[in-house]
């Protein structure tokens, strides 16, 4: 006589929510379940054996993740950290500019492009002098805190860069340029070499 037994898992939603998959590689909605074993006999589920563990699966490729793949940023939570910090590190490069009206000209219209190009295209001169009213250091060093664990090198050296080419729109860095561009690198996480060498790039 044979009697089928088996173990089957059966999964039930426990919430849903954006998530990067790493299996498709994009932004995608995720499921989140929760599993209950259950001993089967002849296709009957009749003996509990307690819980099968929680995960994630992706409602494109149906891949399914540990909830630990939650923990990663999406693109789009990624694109907004380094917008932010793009443009407030660009600030406080204009909040220090006591050049020539020229050329603090110069280097407001290059913060407001640098902005723009970091996917703020509706970024303009009225919105930075606000920002510039607002200021402050600590502002700066909580958007660059956020991002850097984000970004490579690479990434790091391109955020000290946007905000390198615009003080030097003004023709050459200025003194207190150099202070918060060196403070940027320190807070990213980049030491003097690799910030020397930013500072001298085109
Ligand atoms: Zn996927």
């Known amino acids: 006589m ?3 037994v088996g173990i089957r898992t059966i999964r039930s939603a426990i919430g849903d ?18 599993g209950r074993r259950r001993l089967v006999v002849f296709g009957v589920a009749l003996i509990p054996l307690g819980r099968a563990g ?3 699966e992706c409602a494109v490729c149906c891949t399914r993740h540990d909830v630990a793949v939650l923990e990663a940023l999406t693109a789009r939570a990624l ?4 917008r932010e910090a793009v443009r407030s590190l660009v600030v406080a490069v ?7 009206p020229h050329d603090a000209d110069v280097v407001r219209a290059a913060a ?18 606000a920002d510039v009213g607002a200021h402050t250091a600590q502002d700066t060093a909580w958007a660059l805190a956020e991002i850097a664990p984000h970004l490579s090198v690479a990434g790091r050296e391109h955020l000290v860069g946007v905000a390198a080419r615009v003080a030097l729109a ?9 202070v918060i561009l ?4 320190d807070q990213l996480g980049l030491g003097r070499a690799r910030v020397d060498h930013v500072l001298a790039g085109p």
């Open 2 to 4: 044979f009697v089928f």
């Open 112 to 129: 407001v492009e640098a902005v723009r190009s970091a996917g703020m295209p509706s970024y303009d001169a009225c919105t930075l002098a």
């Open 17 to 34: 929510g954006e998530f990067h998959c790493p299996a498709c590689g994009g932004d995608r909605r995720y499921r989140k379940g929760a």
């Open 170 to 178: 003004g023709g050459a860095y200025d003194p207190a340029h150099r």
């Open 54 to 56: 929680s995960g994630v």
């Open 79 to 82: 694109t907004l950290l380094l």
């Open 182 to 185: 060196y403070h940027a690198g």
């Open 94 to 100: 204009v909040a220090v500019v006591h050049d020539e």
